[in-house]
């Protein structure tokens, strides 16, 4: 009777689940399993770090609408993948990962890479666990693609032992599970869903979230609906972005303060309620909230809600639009007449206005605004966009729009940098007829940088973008160190100028290097054309250091040192890139604690640092609504 091998088993697993692409390093004991995929039609993708494989397959899953596979070699191979597992797990992406181990035998006697990997896994998983004997391959393959993708999707840590990888069984004793999935989404409560329906119906000043949660039931049609027949308006979480389009009229990102502050029903599918959308708190007291979700916990977390459904989202929101039918009559044209819609849409013409001028600036260095208004003019309406970097990641949610379900990537709720560029390699992998564009800071590019590498080697033609600030946050965050007065060796401040197109020259990639405004829209239509060709492309651009910002909101303000309850200072600080023979000027604002909602901004040539205890010399004082990008840049000019 013919053997077959425990590695040929988990590729077989692999093959079984429809998953045509893997991502790993090979090593031992696991490169068995990369070599045998092939022959069950899986493509194993050899990456150049195991964080990057757990991105790149957690992206690839994403984009495909299935579960993304990482194969991880053992000892610190398996501990590289811990800040993937914490990225899908913090952000509800489905993902298997196959770590190696040594053989059981073997275990507590100082063998080579010897690690206790499941407990590392324990608490950033949906389940982690080892499989102990050959014959059972297929049966933890099949929980752990189960665990990952049902319920609240998450990632799965298998331990996969070297003998249990290298032993024999004979091929016609392989108990392969079966039909271990169910088609019948699971529906909401019939109660639950008329009180959602009346609430909605009735409501003034209704609005809808939109999650990434919505992915894995794609509700498009629903979600559009729903949103016309009421008039009402929607934000979206930033991966949540593109089921319906983001140049729909009901799409009020734009106002998205505005409209979160005086909503009076709040509709949330496919979304919690943390820290992205401020726990909840933005919401007015007597604001009602309708909450889908497939995982009952998060039903009124942070926020108490008045209705809760649990249920798979497409489901839900077909029983609420049918219990709709016959009573939103003129709703929608009253909604367009009303003064909710008008105050939302006054907002959103404002809010365009202040960052006009720096979507077209001419200044030089290059304004990060220009660059990616520039971006959004190049690339085609299908383009699946991976944004990465605190600077580029801030002002891309303002500029760049997503048109397709799944064509916007970022660390989403975990604010990890280093996924731009490993995200990217999956998501062209997911889908290789669109374009797919990575945008990274300088600092998150770094991480992940010869992922590009990957690219080339696998034939995976992507345009990679680095906006280069010089710095964390474009250098702002290094005049909130403390150093010492004069201290001048960079820390979180780059090396001026560095040329991180020449890592893809090497590689043998289309490379431009952009330092005025002019060369942007050329540069970006060569690297289109190359990756048309084949090419993998990389577009360099000097930009200005800091040119928004951080506010006490959102990641900026997590980075920076804030929070969403206020808890840390009051002040704020960014830099601006130093002409020759001068030193940067550091500028601040301060909210004053007298006035809430009026802020001090202060300037200091050449000064390293400023506290609290040593403020810089004011320079005016104005409302804090006024302050945008471009009213900051003018006043401190």
């Keep these: 009777m013919a053997q077959v091998e425990g590695s040929s088993l988990v590729a077989q697993a692999i093959a079984r689940e429809g998953v045509e692409t893997l991502f790993g390093l090979a090593g031992g004991p696991i490169q ?37 596979v990482a194969v991880l070699a053992a000892g610190p191979a398996v501990s590289n993948g811990v800040t993937g597992a914490h990225v899908a797990y913090d952000n509800c992406l489905p993902l298997v990962i196959l770590g190696g181990s040594g053989a059981q035998g073997g275990r507590y006697t100082g063998t080579f890479q010897e690690t206790e990997n499941v407990p590392m896994y324990k608490g950033i998983t949906k389940m982690a666990v080892q499989v102990d004997s050959t014959r059972r391959i297929p049966e933890y393959m099949a929980m752990a693609f189960r665990k990952a993708r049902t319920g609240r999707p998450g990632p799965v840590y298998i331990d996969l032992p070297s003998d249990v990888l290298q032993n024999e069984i004979d091929e016609e004793t392989v108990n392969w599970p079966s039909n271990y999935y169910t088609d019948v989404p699971p529906m ?28 894995w039931s794609e509700p498009t049609e629903e979600l559009r609906q729903l949103v016309e027949t009421l008039g009402m308006p929607y934000v979206t979480s930033p991966m949540g972005r593109g089921f319906i389009p983001d140049d729909h009229p009901m799409n009020f990102a734009a106002a998205r303060s505005a409209i979160m502050t005086n909503a009076d029903v709040v509709l949330i599918a496919g979304s919690r309620l943390n820290w992205m959308f401020g726990f909840g708190r933005q919401f007015p007291a007597d604001a009602k909230i309708i909450h889908i979700d497939i995982e009952a916990e998060e039903i009124g977390a942070n926020r108490a809600a008045e209705v809760g459904i649990v249920g798979d989202a497409k489901a839900v929101l077909q029983q609420i639009l049918a219990e709709m039918e016959g009573r939103t009559a003129g709703l929608a044209e009253r909604a367009e007449e009303g003064p909710w819609l008008t105050a939302l849409r006054d907002r959103v013409e404002k809010n365009a206005e202040s960052i006009q001028s720096r979507l077209t600036s001419d200044a030089n260095p290059i304004i990060t605004h220009r660059l990616l208004h520039e971006v959004s003019q190049v690339f085609p309406r299908d383009t699946i966009y991976t944004v990465d970097g605190q600077t580029t990641l801030a002002t891309g949610r303002q500029v760049l729009q997503s048109y397709t379900p799944a064509s916007r990537l970022n660390s989403g709720s975990n604010g990890c940098m280093g996924v ?21 800071g300088d600092c998150a590019f770094g991480f992940n940088a010869m992922e590009m590498e990957t690219a080339v080697r696998h034939n995976v033609p992507i345009v990679f973008i680095i906006n280069n600030n010089s710095g964390i946050v474009g250098g702002a965050l290094e005049s909130r160190m403390g150093l010492p007065e004069g201290y001048t060796e960079r820390v979180a401040t780059y090396t001026p100028d560095i040329r991180y197109d020449k890592i893809l020259e090497a590689f043998g990639g289309h490379t431009e290097n952009v330092t005025e405004p002019s060369e942007i829209r050329p540069a970006l239509e060569r690297a289109l054309q190359a990756t048309n060709e084949g090419k993998v492309a990389c577009v360099n651009v000097m930009s200005e250091h800091m040119e928004i910002a951080p506010s006490r909101d959102g990641r900026a303000g997590a980075l920076m040192g804030y929070d969403r309850q206020g808890l840390s200072r009051n002040q704020y600080f960014w830099r601006c890139r130093g002409t020759a023979g001068r030193a940067p000027t550091v500028l601040g604002a301060e909210r004053r604690l007298d006035q809430p909602n009026r802020v001090s901004l202060f300037r200091s040539s050449g000064a390293s640092r400023f506290s609290s205890s040593r403020l810089p010399a004011q320079l005016q004082i104005v409302d804090e609504s006024t302050l945008t990008p471009g009213s900051l840049t003018r006043a401190s000019a």
Excluded: C, W
């Design 420 to 440: 731009g560029v490993p995200f990217a390699v999956g998501a062209k992998l997911a889908r290789p007829e669109v374009p797919v564009v990575s945008v990274n």
């Design 32 to 68: 068995d399993i990369m070599g045998f995929a092939p022959h069950f039609g899986v493509r194993p993708i050899g990456v150049r770090h195991e964080q990057a494989a757990a991105f790149s397959a957690t992206a690839y899953g994403f984009v495909k609408n299935q579960v993304g």
């Design 188 to 215: 909401g409560n019939s109660d639950q869903i008329k009180r959602a329906a009346d609430l909605l119906i009735n409501a003034e000043r209704p609005m809808m979230i939109i999650g990434k949660g919505v992915r």
